[in-house]
């Protein structure tokens, strides 16, 4: 019989070229603790690779009266009194009739495209939209027009030359976007589906929790909940839990709970998971304590570089540097000064584009972020210096 490497050689070929081009991946089993993480060589560096931006994920929960498990989809016996309470803060929270759960903030995204986005319907979406996003357009029947990065002019003058040939037209879009730490410009795409009687869907998984007077995310930020008529969000990042979630109409709603894949073929969260959340959410609509420690962060690193304080402060900072080899190296250089900082590549963004993405937590303290600051113009300057193509 052949052996593993033999049957499978092509995918070994694959790997291996993923090995030279510097993208290959592997798991590392790593452990988390506050502000640190602890690789498996027993190495203890600062953490700025994590999505805990209001340092929730690694604190430890005593809600042991809660079931750990499920059991079943939410429309077969998956779904408790946990579930519906979290779905009504959730609405409120959002400011929205209706809210429901998912099992992740990926089957949220790629279920909902691919569940409200019919046939004869048009999906416009941003070219930097996350994975979760673009598979979910690729599993809709809908036809797809990717639109450059924050180009709300194309989306005008796409929806002016077309928008008579289709049933109803969606422009997909995150709020902030994942690997960059930008805004898209929320107002004036809404302004332009309005014009064009067009629907805004918005994935907020970077802004939950973060941005906005409660903690909603930009849309609430920007006053524009209501113009928005499918908003996503995950339990995951800064709410430091697990699963997603969809605010809208009831209607629509009712609508993904009858007909979205990813919510009725898989069994629903842990309600131990969505109580944790619930008692988040609670804590950051109360609260502004992490979210101010959070901003305090952003705002000493953007200092320390003598940038302009944005509009808003986002938790996530690109560094681009272009080849696979070179982020992979900068990345190395951090650990060696006892910073965990992931090099990110292509797929996950663009081929040219491999970056040094730092995220910012709650949990840092002022020192951890002058460490980094200091790493990071050491490490540039370092790699500028062997001929890197460092910005
Ligand atoms: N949307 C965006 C923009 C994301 O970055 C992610 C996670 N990386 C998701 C959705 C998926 O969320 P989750 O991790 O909860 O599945």
Not at 39 to 61: C, K, M, P, Q
Not at 200 to 225: Q, Y
Not at 351 to 368: K, N, Q
Request: include cysteine.
């Amino acid at each position: 019989m052949a052996t593993g490497m033999s049957r499978f050689s092509d995918l070994a070929t694959e790997l291996e070229a993923l090995r030279s081009d510097g993208r290959l991946r592997s798991l590392v089993p790593r452990r988390l603790d506050a502000a640190s993480i602890q690789d498996s060589g027993g190495h203890r560096l600062i953490n700025f690779g994590s999505n805990d931006y209001l340092g929730y994920a690694t604190e430890r929960v005593t809600t042991a009266s809660v079931a750990i498990g499920s059991s079943a989809s939410a429309l077969v016996t998956g779904w408790s009194e946990h579930h519906q309470r979290l779905c009504v803060e959730l609405a409120d929270f959002e400011s929205t009739e209706a809210a429901v759960l998912f099992p992740s903030g990926y089957a949220a995204c790629s279920g909902t495209i691919a569940t409200l986005a019919r046939e004869g319907d048009l999906i416009l979406s941003d070219s930097l939209n996350h994975a979760s996003l673009i598979d979910g357009c690729r599993l809709s029947p809908a036809q797809r027009i990717i639109y450059p990065h924050r180009d709300v002019e194309f989306v005008q003058s796409t929806l002016r030359d077309n928008r008579h040939r289709f049933a109803r037209v969606w422009i997909l879009t995150e709020s902030v976007f994942s690997m960059d730490g930008d805004v898209a410009p929320l107002v004036e795409l809404c302004e332009v589906a309005e014009k064009f009687g067009a629907e805004m869907m918005v994935d907020e998984a970077h802004a939950t929790g973060v941005l906005g007077p409660t903690g909603s995310g930009v849309c609430e930020a920007l006053d524009i909940r209501h113009r928005v008529a499918v908003r996503i969000g995950t339990l995951s990042k800064a709410i430091g839990s697990q699963g997603g979630f969809v605010v809208a109409d009831q209607v629509v709603i009712d609508y993904l709970v009858n007909r979205c894949r990813t919510l009725i073929y898989s069994t629903s969260l842990a309600p131990i998971i969505v109580d944790v959340a619930a008692e988040r959410i609670r804590e950051i609509r109360t609260s502004t304590a992490r979210r101010d420690a959070l901003a305090r962060r952003i705002a000493q690193f953007h200092e320390r570089h003598g940038s302009h304080l944005p509009q808003f402060l986002i938790p996530i900072i690109p560094i681009v540097i272009g080849e696979c080899h070179d982020a992979l190296a900068a990345s190395t250089r951090l650990r060696d000064a006892g910073l965990f900082v992931p090099a990110i590549r292509p797929p996950t963004v663009p081929p040219g584009t491999a970056r040094l993405r730092v995220s910012l937590s709650a949990h840092h303290t002022a020192e951890d972020v002058s460490r980094l600051a200091d790493a990071l113009g050491w490490v540039s300057h370092r790699m500028l210096a062997n001929g890197s193509t460092l910005p």
